[in-house]
């Protein structure tokens, strides 16, 4: 079970404002990728995010380039995991092998609001917010392993390790 | 009950008789992409701790989105990846300046029908056009991948796009997948295989059905599938670099969707900004004051693209205060394009011609936009900030809407400019 305070954002939340394309060809280490998280989208939102913060979006979050940044800026910005009605197939990957929890709460996600704290329950599927909870579908069994590894390159490193 | 392309080839790689939707299969992809971000994906890979690629003949490297490098960030980055594709004994590798990966592709034979092929772009679903299930992944995957050779894969549900009827010149395929990702919106096909298919589809060039799959990740979807025909094939041939065996849907395959769309009735289509789904009429964009007019990217820089805008511009200059980038999307293009006279239309019209590459689609260089600056563009996305400066604007469009606008200066319907009438 986690707790945390809520960033809030609309639908169709693309790469290019979580991390845009100018720096995706420079190397830079996690924390700094970090400083330029949704730069474009929100410019309080590095500045101000604490370890441990949600955010929670619309529908299709992270929708636009494959570019991992955008899961790995997220991540080491502290947040603990998105909760979104939907999140592109690509972004949704990302996010599974940067070892960052999605939450899709096919519902909707108009009832929370930005500041709000919500606890989100894994092994039950449920999101709570304001006395009320909230289902959300569990992870295939794949992408929950490579989730409980940390991440795909963990993940792989330790079924390289058993073969 | 039969099964779609997508269900296919995935049951094809999975080595079962059939899969059915939303199952998981774990499967061997035919070929993988990496481009610019091989220097970052070569560094997870280290992390594996791995020495060898498992299969580095599967590997096509293509140099593309940061050429010539501008920065030398930039140059590092290409070195890393030379020193890398030696070491790793990478012989499908394309260095700066042979063209766009979504054309490379094609045009080494790589992309080949019922191949499945990862790429570490998103507009890795480019191949679906020449009917390969095609997908972009993240750069870990890609690293994974070229330790293990292995991805694990969602079997997608399927939309079925039928387009009857014929694009009315000057109106193209770039017009029509506007028109659907309007009405669908950006994740109307989300996780979802789409199948083109219809008199519309079948009638359009390799390049024209090229744009439809490319900008299918627009609308959200995994892959987006032309069926492969005599014209596939005959562009394939001399090309394919393996043998291949065309798959198609089989007939009574089970669709969550059926879209109907009437090509003759279609008029040319513009996304406005800062989303690709936010499409009208390019009348009702008439008269928009333009700054840049890019023609290009791995959507709309092919010969028949660059053929059409020169048709539009021969004999004319940019309008004041327009500057316009045309960029190749490969050597192979470019070449035919100069064979055929089309250059000197864009050099005397005022145009700067610049190399095969991703050049200013995603901001990193070659001509990114100031502040208040509006751009009309042949490229796929025109999300906030993206061509650089977030207070700029991209408005995206077919070769013709973009050349006849940057005559006029403004956004015009080019079937208009091209009769002659509005400039």
Known sequence: MIEGRVWKYGDDVNTDV??????????????????????????????????????????????????EQAATCVKASGVAAVVAVTFSRLFFRNAINEGLPVVELAGGTDMIQKGDTVQIDFEKGLVYHKGKSYPFPALPKEVLAILNDGGLIPHVKKQLAKA | MGMTFAQKVLAKKAGLKTVAVGQIVDVEPDFFLSHDNTAAIAKTFAKLGVEKMKNPERSVVVLDHTVPASTEEYALGHKEIREFVRKQGITHFYDVGVGICHQVLPEKGFALPGFLIVGSDSHTTSYGAL??????????????????????????????VEVKGKLADPVTSKDLVLRIIGDLGADGALYRSVEFTGEAVSAMSLASRLVLSNMSVEMGAKNGYCAPDEKTFAFLEGRAVAPYAAVYPDPDAEYERVLAYDASSLVPQVAKPHTVDNVVSVTEVAGTKIHQALLGTCTNGRLEDLRLAAQIMKGKILAKGVRMLVLPASQEVLLAALSEGIYETFVAAGALVLNPGCGPCLGAHQGVLAAGEVCISTANRNFKGRMGSAEAQTYLASPATVAASAIAGEIVDPGLAMKGGRR
């Open chain 1, 18 to 67: 979580i991390f845009a394309g100018k720096y995706t060809y420079k190397p830079m280490t996690p924390q700094e990728m970090a400083q330029h998280a949704l730069e474009d989208l929100d410019p309080d939102f590095a500045r101000e995010v604490k370890p441990g913060d949600i955010i929670v979006a619309g529908a299709n979050f992270g929708c636009g380039s494959s570019r």
């Open chain 2, 131 to 160: 009917g390969a299930l095609a997908a972009g992944v993240g750069r870990s995957e890609m690293a994974a991948l070229f330790a293990t050779s292995r991805i694990w894969l969602k079997t997608p549900a399927t939309f079925k």
